[in-house]
């Protein structure tokens, strides 16, 4: 199962970013956002070449980036990139795993990061379409308090996760 939704999430990637490409009406620049996932996906058929799915995930960014400049539609690049980070963290999770040789519970396990990673996605989807939506005007003390904050939220909130993993 973890194998099937790592190579859905990637084809969703991949779909996301040519779909945005596609309505956007950027036809020129659609057959480059075909590159990225086949070169992800090399490196994941090959075990140990674990350099190309980063290699395959960059490129992804990179297009992502290049889509924002060329005006594809936000939304389009928010799900992708959503999707495309969903897909990295659980290819990078499954070999994690792969090192153990005995697991008593691994199915619950699985289960937990699953629904960890499923609630992140939509928290950050719902995140990203309120900061799509949204327009504020700060002083930059103001942005500088709230990037402080929002530093030391995240922290506090990783230090939490890996109390609660153990």
Not at 7 to 32: D, Q, R, V
Not at 141 to 153: Q, S
């Amino acid at each position: 199962m973890i194998r099937t939704l790592h190579w859905l999430l990637l084809a969703a990637a991949n779909g996301l970013l040519i779909s945005g490409f596609f309505f956007s009406g950027k036809l020129l620049e659609l057959p480059m956002a075909f590159l990225p996932v086949p070169i992800y996906a090399l490196g994941v058929l090959r075990w140990k070449w674990g350099w190309l799915r980063t290699l395959g995930f960059c490129l992804l960014v990179v297009m992502l980036l290049f889509g924002n400049w060329r005006g594809v539609q936000p939304i389009w690049l928010l799900l992708s990139l959503t999707a495309g980070l969903l897909a990295y963290d659980l290819d990078h999770a499954r070999r994690r795993w792969a090192l153990f040789s005995h697991w008593p519970k691994r199915a619950e396990m699985e289960r937990r990061y699953l629904q960890r990673m499923f609630l992140v996605g939509m928290v950050g989807v719902g995140l990203g379409a309120a900061a799509l939506n949204i327009t504020l005007q700060f002083t930059l003390t103001t942005a500088i308090i709230l990037g402080f904050l929002a530093v030391l939220g995240l922290s506090r909130a990783v230090a939490y996760l890996r109390r609660e993993s153990d």
